[in-house]
C-alpha cells in the first residue's frame, strides 16, 4: 500500500495480499476494532479507516468538496469516500468489514463500487432503512448536538451498544466506549446521523452480491437483533453467520475471539 488518502487510515498490520479493511460504528473511530489484531492469523495487511467527521478524519463537507459531489449527509459519500481512500492507497481490492454504521457503508459498496469487494463482512448491523420515527429521531439528536455544541446527547449509547452481560459484569467496556464517543466531534456526529437518516433499503444490493459475505451478531444485539442478522444471512448469496454468545453491539470488543474467527474464515474464502 502507498501514497496518502482521503480519510484517516491506521495501518494495523502491513502484511502481504488482500488486505482487511475494517470501518467504524458511530458514534465511534477506527479504535474500536483494535482489539481483533492481534487475534487474526496470516499475514494479510489489516487497515481501518475513520469514516467522515469522525476520528482523524475530514470533515463530511471537505469530503464532499474534494469529491466535488453535492454537500450532502449520506452513506454514499461514505462508501465513494472510502473507495477514493483505497484507490489512493493503492488498493484495487479488499475484504471490507463494517460494524454497524460501517455496515450501512459496506452495502453501500456492495451497490456502487462492488468490483473492490473481494468480500464483505456485515458486523452487527442491517440492510433495512429506518422507521419514520427512527429517522426523525436521528434528525432531532443531529441538531440537538449543534445546538448544544456537545456530544452529550449520544453518551446514552455508551450502555446501549453493550450487552446486558457486559452492561452488568464489565463496566470498564462502558468507560471505554465513552472515552470514544467524548472524543468525536459534534459537527461529525451530526453528519452521520443525517447521513444515516437518509440511508435506504440495501437488501437488493445484498443479494446481487455474490462473493463471500461474513455475518456476525451478538446474541444481545438490542440494536441489530440477531433476526437483521438472520434476513441478510438469507438474502446474500454465499453468506455465513456467526452468532457470538455474550455480547452486544459490539462484538469486537465484547468478545472478540469469534469476530476474528469469523473474519479469518471470510479472509480463507476470498478467491484470489
Ligand atoms: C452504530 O453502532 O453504528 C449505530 O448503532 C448505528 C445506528 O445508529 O444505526
Known sequence: MTGDGLLAHHRLREGEGTPLVLLHGFP????????????????????????????????????????QVPDVPSVELQADAVADTLAELGVDRAVVAGLSMGGYTVLALLERHAWLLAGAALVDTKAGADTEEARANRLRIADEVERSGTVDEVLGMRRAVLGETSREQRPG????????????????????????????????????????????????????????????????????????????????????EPVAAALVALVGRVSV
Not at 36 to 64: E, Q, R, T
Open 173 to 256: 467496556l462502558v468507560d471505554r466506549v465513552d472515552g470514544w464517543i467524548r472524543d468525536q466531534g459534534p459537527a461529525g456526529v451530526a453528519w452521520c446521523q443525517r447521513a444515516m437518516a437518509s440511508r435506504p433499503d440495501r437488501y437488493d444490493a445484498l443479494r446481487a452480491y455474490d462473493g463471500p459475505v461474513a455475518i456476525v451478531v451478538g446474541d444481545e444485539d438490542e440494536l441489530s437483533p440477531v433476526a437483521d442478522a438472520e434476513a441478510m444471512r438469507d438474502a446474500a448469496r454465499d453468506a455465513e453467520l456467526t452468532v457470538v454468545r455474550r455480547a452486544g453491539h459490539m462484538t469486537p470488543i465484547e468478545n472478540p
Open 28 to 67: 465511534l473511530d477506527s479504535r474500536m476494532w483494535h482489539d481483533i489484531v492481534p487475534l487474526l492469523p496470516g499475514s494479510f495487511p489489516v487497515l481501518a479507516l475513520d469514516l467522515p467527521g469522525m476520528g482523524a478524519s475530514p470533515s463530511g463537507h471537505d469530503v464532499a468538496l474534494r469529491l
